[in-house]
């Protein structure tokens, strides 16, 4: 099957701007997205971009799309204590049903 | 308040005993799936459905049944659950395709002893 990958940790101070990367194969991906997990909770959609663009930005967060190498990074500026959580990056295709596959998951932690 | 609602949140049951967690959604989609997530391994889909009496096999199905009679109600069943089947549920659903958002469940803590 497609395969998503991602670090699994990554560790920054407060105020530092982050760097979640990951890698997809599947070329006929449509859209690819970032969820964050915070402990006990669900996923939440933060954001998300069609394939045919190059970058989005919104508020803090801005997200990269190098679809010749595959390749999805989101930024987060500014980073505060409250961005501590499990980053998922997803893909989804339309033909595959819209079907998200996911990747493992970034753990990012801010230290004050 | 749109919303994808898993029951229970936290189970523990012993091996081959069968349960069932619900999921219901509120939001008239179409599409819903199961998920399991692992540590490391992010979450892989057990079943989805496109429709009312339509699912089919995600990448993990061994072990777990679906059903959808009615379009809100998503329910995961497990006949006859094993110890590898402790993980973290989520029941997810969505308008349809091309890049909708998933909304998903608070998740399913099941631990099978």
């Known amino acids: 099957g497609e395969d998503v990958e991602q670090s699994l940790f990554l560790s920054v101070r407060e105020g530092d701007s982050s760097v979640i990367n990951c890698t997809y194969t599947d070329s006929s991906s449509t859209y690819l997205y970032w969820y964050k997990q915070e402990p006990g909770a669900g996923l939440q959609l933060l954001t998300y971009i069609f394939s045919n663009m190059d970058m989005k930005q919104d508020q803090r967060l801005t997200v990269l799309l190098n679809k010749k190498d595959k390749h999805l990074s989101l930024r987060i500026a500014d980073t505060q204590t409250g961005d501590s959580a499990i980053y998922f990056c997803?893909?989804?295709?339309?033909?595959?049903?819209?079907?998200?596959?996911f990747g493992g998951g970034t753990r990012l932690m801010v230290k004050p | 308040e749109a919303q994808v609602t898993q029951n229970p949140r936290y189970l523990i049951t012993v091996t081959g005993k069968k349960l069932t967690v619900t999921c219901s959604q509120n939001?008239?989609?179409?599409?819903m799936s199961w998920y399991r997530q692992d540590p490391g391994l992010g979450l892989r889909q057990i079943y989805y459905s496109m429709n009312v009496e339509v699912t089919d096999k995600g990448d993990v199905p061994e072990g777990y049944k679906v059903s959808r009679k009615e379009k809100r109600n998503f329910p995961l069943i497990l006949e006859s659950p094993s110890p590898n089947q402790t993980s973290l549920y989520f029941c997810?659903?969505?308008?349809?395709?091309?890049?909708?958002?998933?909304?998903f469940g608070q998740g399913t803590r099941l631990t099978v002893v």
């Open positions: 997810a659903s969505s308008r349809g395709q091309g890049g909708t958002e998933a909304f």
């Open positions: 939001m008239n989609h179409e599409y």
């Open positions: 997803a893909e989804s295709a339309f033909n595959a049903g819209n079907m998200l596959t």
